[in-house]
């Protein structure tokens, strides 16, 4: 397992972490066997990293990993997350303390790694998700309130809402870690895409966490699983899934990632999978690849293919063809 700094923390992280969220499924809805024994074979393969949040099954996530990471005591990190919505907003202070608590009763622990906030940020607030100045001067604070007092290591976020509020936040250099929508249906976080380009354009947000040391914890790198180019779920992930800054649906994602597999056959990778979770770790601003298992057997593949590194520069060069086809009036060439 390749091991990398998480920004400018003094956290040294897996190339591929252990994401425990409800669109895989194995953390929420496994078996207490099945769930164990996946973490305990994360560990045999060098995974370090583990991420939850209460919205995953409510609080069940964090529960369950709670109960496996007491049952294996291994040496590992651990981050969770805050969503404040509406109701949090009001007082932001209190409620960021609250959601910490609760976890730390669930996960079993005196502090986490890694406090990351959940919500969307947009440029103004907009219902219950909060605008970049208010993020910065009312939320953020209470993170760091929390540093201070020893229950929290490093303060992040999620970097999904409003392109340009996501950029100002991370511009003003208040968190240690950005969790990144970024994968071969989406790749504007890392590179430029072509005008009409479908999905977010996130305008080479990694150009950003690199100048500010920014610890960049990859997410949706298999775009929930339509990057592997069906549209058939395992039984235990969730039946419907809406797409983070790709496509306007999941089955617009597949089509889009069936149109990637020339990558496997003309030899780039061995599966449109392996692909897809190489394609990240030739970034020098990737810190971790967070993926969502289903099953061991999820795990075991993603751990063979981040073994074999990144893709290759003539891979690259491929899906940028790829990647102009998908534009309006693009085609690869």
Same mark, same amino acid.
């Given at each position: 397992?390749?091991?990398?700094?998480?920004?400018?923390?003094?956290?040294?992280?897996?190339?591929?972490?252990?994401?425990?969220?409800?669109?895989?499924?194995?953390?929420?809805?496994?078996?207490?066997?099945?769930?164990?024994?996946?973490?305990?074979?994360?560990?045999?393969?060098?995974?370090?990293?583990?991420?939850?949040?209460?919205?995953?099954?409510?609080?069940?996530?964090?529960?369950?990993?709670?109960?496996? %990471?007491?049952?294996?005591?291994?040496?590992?990190?651990? &981050?969770?997350?805050?969503?404040?919505?509406?109701?949090?907003?009001?007082?932001?202070?209190?409620?960021?303390?609250?959601?910490?608590?609760?976890?730390?009763?669930?996960?079993?622990?005196?502090?986490?790694?890694?406090?990351?906030?959940?919500?969307?940020?947009?440029?103004?607030?907009?219902?219950?998700?909060?605008?970049?100045?208010?993020?910065?001067?009312?939320?953020?604070?209470?993170?760091?309130?929390?540093?201070?007092?020893?229950?929290?290591?490093?303060?992040?976020?999620?970097?999904?809402?409003?392109?340009?509020?996501?950029?100002?936040?991370?511009?003003?250099?208040?968190?240690?870690?950005?969790?990144?929508?970024?994968?071969?249906?989406?790749?504007?976080?890392? !590179?430029? !895409?072509?005008?009409?380009?479908?999905?977010?354009?996130?305008?080479?947000?990694?150009?950003?966490?690199?100048?500010?040391?920014?610890?960049?914890?990859?997410?949706? !790198?298999?775009?929930?699983?339509?990057?592997?180019?069906?549209? &058939?779920?395992?039984?235990?992930?969730?039946?419907?899934?809406?797409?983070?800054?790709?496509?306007?649906?999941?089955?617009?994602? !597949?089509?889009?990632?069936?149109?990637?597999?020339?990558?496997?056959?003309?030899?780039?990778?061995?599966?449109?999978?392996?692909?897809?979770?190489?394609?990240?770790?030739?970034?020098?601003?990737?810190?971790?690849?967070?993926?969502?298992?289903?099953?061991?057997?999820? %795990?075991?593949? &993603?751990?063979?293919?981040?073994?074999?590194?990144? %893709?290759?520069? &003539?891979?690259?060069?491929?899906?940028?063809?790829?990647?102009?086809?998908?534009?309006?009036?693009?085609?690869?060439?």
């Amino acid at each position: 397992m390749e091991y990398r700094m998480l920004g400018r923390t003094n956290l040294r992280v897996s190339a591929l972490g252990f994401g425990c969220g409800n669109v895989g499924g194995l953390m929420v809805r496994g078996s207490r066997a099945e769930r164990e024994r996946a973490v305990a074979r994360a560990i045999d393969l060098g995974v370090n990293f583990f991420d939850t949040a209460p919205l995953y099954g409510e609080g069940v996530s964090e529960d369950h990993l709670g109960q496996a %990471l007491e049952t294996l005591r291994p040496q590992c990190l651990v &981050a969770t997350k805050v969503r404040l919505g509406q109701a949090g907003l009001a007082d932001p202070g209190s409620a960021v303390t609250h959601s910490l608590e609760t976890s730390l009763r669930r996960l079993r622990r005196d502090r986490v790694d890694l406090l990351q906030l959940h919500d969307p940020i947009r440029l103004a607030r907009a219902g219950g998700e909060p605008g970049a100045d208010e993020t910065l001067e009312r939320i953020l604070p209470a993170f760091e309130t929390l540093r201070r007092a020893g229950k929290v290591g490093f303060v992040g976020m999620t970097a999904i809402g409003d392109t340009p509020a996501i950029h100002q936040v991370l511009d003003a250099g208040a968190v240690d870690s950005a969790q990144v929508p970024f994968n071969l249906l989406n790749p504007s976080a890392g !590179v430029t !895409v072509p005008r009409g380009f479908p999905g977010q354009d996130l305008d080479r947000l990694l150009d950003l966490t690199r100048a500010h040391r920014t610890g960049v914890v990859v997410i949706r !790198v298999l775009a929930a699983g339509a990057l592997s180019g069906e549209t &058939a779920r395992h039984p235990i992930a969730v039946p419907t899934v809406d797409p983070i800054a790709s496509g306007p649906d999941y089955a617009t994602d !597949v089509t889009h990632a069936r149109a990637l597999r020339v990558l496997v056959d003309e030899g780039y990778a061995s599966s449109l999978v392996e692909a897809a979770l190489r394609f990240p770790l030739g970034f020098d601003a990737v810190s971790t690849v967070l993926l969502g298992y289903s099953s061991q057997e999820h %795990l075991e593949t &993603a751990a063979a293919a981040v073994g074999k590194g990144p %893709l290759s520069p &003539a891979a690259l060069r491929r899906a940028e063809a790829c990647w102009r086809a998908m534009a309006p009036g693009g085609r690869a060439r």
